[in-house]
């Protein structure tokens, strides 16, 4: 009974790497969001995808970040050229459906940017 | 007026005691509501949902109420234990089917 699964737990990367968070929802499940939050605050959303489809990328920054949830495997969160600002925990929620559905969190990824 | 990056709001409470956790919502035309529990390290943990056309829902120990006239939801545990201590929020579904979260609220229990 998995729930949804986050790798790595925690990444480290130096300024200007690239940073790849992966996803693996529910088993069923085909809607998938990515949340950012840092300490002390709530959760920022990000991007909400539907298995290949991009729904909603609003809280997306245009530059340097990118989502995917390809038919097989799992979401990816990318994030190129990483820089300080972009330190923080990274949380995926799945659902089984677009409506009135209960979404379940992942355990995060914490980046830390040096 | 609010601040980005201060400590969330806090609400402390006697072990025992019933604590009301309240949340005011932005969009009157969402339909789904989730309140969710992080604790500290952890991702959020679902705890109880309620659909727009209820008034109010119960689970164990705990109860969410939804105003929608106000926009406000609330969250009541009851008999509140340390275990329950977390930072809290509500999250609120529209059409469009994005999860919005509200800001968080620290519940501290004083044993």
């Known amino acids: 009974n998995a729930g949804v699964m986050q790798n790595p737990r925690h990444l480290v990367r130096r300024r200007g790497q690239e940073a790849r968070l992966r996803c693996s929802p529910v088993k069923g499940h085909s809607h998938v969001y990515w949340y950012r939050q840092l300490p002390e605050e709530g959760l920022k959303f990000m991007v909400y995808?539907?298995?290949?489809?991009?729904?909603?990328e609003s809280g997306m920054p245009k530059e340097r970040f990118s989502a995917e949830f390809p038919k097989e495997g799992p979401s990816i969160l990318r994030i190129q050229q990483v820089v300080r600002g972009d330190s923080a925990a990274y949380f995926c929620?799945?659902?089984?459906?677009?409506?009135?559905?209960?979404?379940?969190f992942g355990q995060g990824t914490r980046l830390t940017v040096v | 007026g609010e601040s980005v990056g201060l400590h969330l709001p806090t609400l402390s409470v006697q072990e025992g005691d019933n604590s009301i956790i309240n949340c005011a919502y932005s969009?009157?035309?969402?339909?789904?509501f989730i309140w969710y529990k992080q604790e500290s390290g952890k991702g959020p943990q679902f705890i109880i949902d309620i659909r727009s056309n209820m008034d109010k829902r119960q689970g164990q120990r705990v109860t969410v109420l939804l105003n929608k006239t106000v926009k406000h939801l609330s969250l009541q545990i009851a008999a509140t234990q340390p275990g329950d201590s977390a930072v809290y929020f509500c999250?609120?579904?529209?059409?469009?089917?994005?999860?919005?979260f509200g800001k968080g609220i620290t519940l501290s229990v004083r044993p």
């Open positions: 999250a609120e579904k529209g059409a469009n089917s994005k999860l919005t």
């Open positions: 995808l539907q298995k290949e489809n991009i729904i909603d």
């Open positions: 969009n009157s035309a969402s339909d789904y």
């Open positions: 929620a799945s659902s089984v459906g677009r409506l009135n559905t209960e979404a379940f």
